[in-house]
Every structure is written in structure tokens, then in C-alpha cells.
């Protein structure tokens, strides 16, 4: 059975820190692309940060600079690490993992940026 659980959101002011996890099971996890989405009220879902199984990396331009997507193999699970975080930032923040033949969607944590 294929499980994606995301960890770590919450209420964090302006200008916080957060770091998000995504533990995998029941998937070749080093062998897939992990990426984070997100999806404010209102809004469409939209790509965050990207990481391939070669750990090649890729950022939306309104986290570039200020998020860091990484991943460890042996625990099969991929981090979010968001620094200086903006209100714009507040959404459902969901795990993606996907390859060849696999699309997996975690249920999502909430991520919550005051003022």
C-alpha cells in the first residue's frame, strides 16, 4: 500500500521558518521524482520545489532563494525547508511522487503565515 504523510505545518509569523516532511512507504522511493505542491483558497494547486532520484532540483520563482527541497533515500522521505515566509505563502501543502508509471499524491499539511 502506497503512503505519503506529510508532517510539520503550522501557524508561523512572517518571517518564520518551517520544515515540512513527506515520509513515503509502499514505493521505489529513490527511483522517483518527489515534488511539493501547494493550493491556497480559491486557488489552483501549484508546483513549489521539484527533486529528481539524481537530486537535481527546481524552484517556483516565488520560493526561489527562500525554500530548500531535499531528500534522504535511506529513510525514504523528502523535506521542505521554507525560510523568510511570507502570508502569500500560506496554503495546503502537498507531497508528489511520480515516475514512470507512479503518481502519488500525499493528503496535504496546512501552512498557516500570520502577519
Known amino acids: 500500500q502506497v503512503q505519503l504523510v506529510e508532517s510539520g505545518g503550522g501557524l508561523v509569523q512572517a518571517g518564520g521558518s518551517l520544515r515540512l516532511s513527506c515520509a513515503t512507504s509502499g514505493i521505489i522511493f529513490r527511483f522517483l521524482t518527489m515534488d511539493w505542491y501547494r493550493q491556497a483558497p480559491g486557488k489552483q494547486r501549484e508546483l513549489v520545489a521539484g527533486i529528481t532520484s539524481g537530486g537535481s532540483t527546481n524552484y517556483a520563482d516565488s520560493v526561489k532563494g527562500r525554500f530548500t527541497i531535499s531528500r534522504d533515500n535511506a529513510k525514504n522521505t523528502v523535506y521542505l525547508d521554507m525560510n523568510s515566509l511570507k502570508p502569500e505563502d500560506t496554503a495546503v501543502y502537498y507531497c508528489?511522487?511520480?515516475?514512470?508509471?507512479?503518481?502519488?499524491w500525499g493528503q496535504g499539511t496546512q501552512v498557516t503565515v500570520s502577519e
Open positions: 508528489h511522487a511520480r515516475g514512470l508509471s507512479a503518481d502519488y
